[in-house]
Nanobody, 112 residues
Framework: QVQLVESGGGLVQPGGSLKLSCAAS????????MYWVRQAPGKGLEWISS????????YYLHSVEGRFTISRDNAKNTLYLQMNSLKPEDTAVYYC?????WGQGTQVTVSS
């Protein structure tokens, strides 16, 4: 079955960086669009980035463009999200998604 396992979250100061990973299994990762979404406290799910199967096309929510970079390693069935210049408003649980499935999420907290 489809499994998505996120990791790499944590507590970081404003302006800091984190790199999230998502280990995927149970489907053909190299043929699938992949997504990162997040849910801030008390808010709904928010799409933040997508990447095509070959990794050469990506899209970003306007508020993270230029700060976040999505990437993938099809040999390792792993999706990444490099997050730089983090802001308190980036605090959320971050999920990877594919084929309508979601992982368990990883908490990112940006606070001084």
């Amino acid at each position: 079955q489809v499994q998505l396992v996120e990791s790499g979250g944590g507590l970081v100061q404003p302006g800091g960086s984190l790199k999230l990973s998502c280990a995927a299994s149970g489907f053909t990762f190299s043929s699938s669009w992949m997504y990162w979404v997040r849910q801030a406290p008390g808010k709904g799910l928010e799409w933040i980035s997508s990447i095509n199967p070959s990794g050469d096309t990506d899209y970003y929510l306007h508020s993270v463009e230029g700060r976040f970079t999505i990437s993938r390693d099809n040999a390792k069935n792993t999706l990444y999200l490099q997050m730089n210049s983090l802001k308190p408003e980036d605090t959320a649980v971050y999920y990877c998604s594919a084929l309508g499935y979601w992982g368990q999420g990883t908490q990112v907290t940006v606070s001084s």
